[in-house]
């Protein structure tokens, strides 16, 4: 299984930007699956992610700004972020909770990772 994010690049502040990661594989089901965060000399947070059931979750400092959303026939995850501070630089990971289609293993995986710059 492999994660493949896109989107990232450099956007002055109160732009814009989309990204999206697309899973592929032995893929039986995705059950979560989310963006994190790292900034420079920071730990990796949670921005956002839409679990099995289509239900959300948002960091506190993205609520509002952030939206994330799935779709299941491509294996696919988005996430739009409107009104971009430059808080919001960081290297952002793409995260999904996969069921292997073959040993049926619950496994966590990562992406590449993709660099979003907001300038002031």
């Known amino acids: 299984v492999q994660l493949q994010a896109s989107g990232g690049g450099l956007v002055q502040a109160g732009g814009s930007l989309r990204l999206s990661c697309a899973a592929s594989?032995?893929?039986?089901?995705?059950?979560?699956m989310g963006w994190y965060r790292q900034a420079p000399e920071k730990q990796r947070e949670l921005v956002a992610i839409?679990?099995?059931?289509?239900?959300?979750n948002y960091a506190d400092s993205v609520r509002g700004r952030f939206s994330v959303w799935r779709d299941n026939a491509k294996n696919t995850v988005y996430l739009q972020m409107n009104s971009l501070e430059p808080e919001d630089t960081a290297v952002y990971y793409c995260?999904?909770?996969?069921?292997?289609?073959?040993?049926?293993?619950?496994?966590?995986?990562w992406g590449q990772g993709t660099v979003v710059t907001v300038s002031s």
């Open positions: 839409s679990d099995g059931s289509g239900s959300t």
């Open positions: 995260n999904a909770d996969i069921t292997h289609s073959f040993t049926r293993y619950r496994t966590d995986y």
């Open positions: 594989g032995r893929i039986f089901t995705i059950n979560a």
